[in-house]
T-cell receptor, first 115, second 110 residues
Framework: SAVISQKPSRDICQRGTSLTIQCQVDSQVTMMFWYRQQPGQSLTLIAT???????TYESGFVIDKFPISRPNLTFSTLTVSNMSPEDSSIYLCSVGWAGWGYGYTFGSGTRLTVV | SQQGEEDPQALSIQEGENATMNCSYKTSINNLQWYRQNSGRGLVHLILIRSNEREKHSGRLRVTLDTSKKSSSLLITASRAADTASYFCATVVTGNQFYFGTGTSLTVIP
């Protein structure tokens, strides 16, 4: 399975600013996913980032708030825009390996606190 | 609505005992997966069971799936202190629709 490097590992940001989270994979992967884990909650899929096309967002998540880039098969970024304290969460990128039905590898996460 | 609700929310057992966690979901699925999350670490895929399978084994792990009841269970046999973690079930409906449960926090006491 792939190895993922995600950064920053944590950040404290001011309300109204934006933070871009980077996800680097050690091999080429077709599908990359971004998740959010709010305190005490399970993981929630934000969007799927496929190279060469616009990201597909899940219900409740919009591109203006969470723009995603996927310039190549090994890299993706998620930006959390115009942040509010409600955005405080852990954000994780994930890649699918051996096809979407065979499991996923996750990054170590970015712990975001908005003050 | 969210897929995958797990119980118990927290489980504490003695080392050597078996741990059982259950997962229920609401709609038809393609497959169900179990993940482990150690504190401060990323999620680790444990096992995948497809909708046409009823039971799978992997080492000390045993997973069952009952599609008529829309439920799954994860059994960890002969638990070890290193098994202490949060365990999540994740249901895959179609394509990239991938939903995690609320998780079970397992503590194995040495």
């Amino acid at each position: 399975s792939a190895v993922i490097s995600q950064k920053p590992s944590r950040d404290i940001c001011q309300r109204g600013t934006s933070l871009t989270i980077q996800c680097q994979v050690d091999s080429q992967v077709t599908m990359m996913f971004w998740y959010r884990q709010q305190p005490g909650q399970s993981l929630t899929l934000i969007a799927t980032a496929n190279q060469g096309s616009e990201a597909t967002y899940e219900s409740g998540f919009v591109i203006d708030k969470f723009p995603i880039s996927r310039p190549n098969l090994t890299f993706s970024t998620l930006t959390v825009s115009n942040m509010s304290p409600e955005d405080s969460s852990i954000y994780l990128c994930s890649v699918g390996w051996a096809g979407w039905g065979y499991g996923y590898t996750f990054g170590s996460g970015t712990r975001l606190t908005v003050v | 609505s969210q897929q995958g609700e797990e119980d118990p929310q927290a489980l504490s057992i003695q080392e050597g005992e078996n741990a059982t966690m259950n997962c229920s979901y609401k709609t038809s699925i393609n497959n169900l997966q179990w993940y482990r999350q150690n504190s401060g670490r990323g999620l680790v895929h444990l096992i995948l069971i497809r909708s046409n399978e009823r039971e799978k084994h992997s080492g000390r792990l045993r997973v069952t799936l009952d599609t008529s009841k829309k439920s799954s269970s994860l059994l960890i046999t002969a638990s070890r202190a290193a098994d202490t973690a949060s365990y999540f079930c994740a249901t895959v409906v179609t394509g990239n629709q991938f939903y995690f449960g609320t998780g079970t926090s397992l503590t194995v006491i040495p």
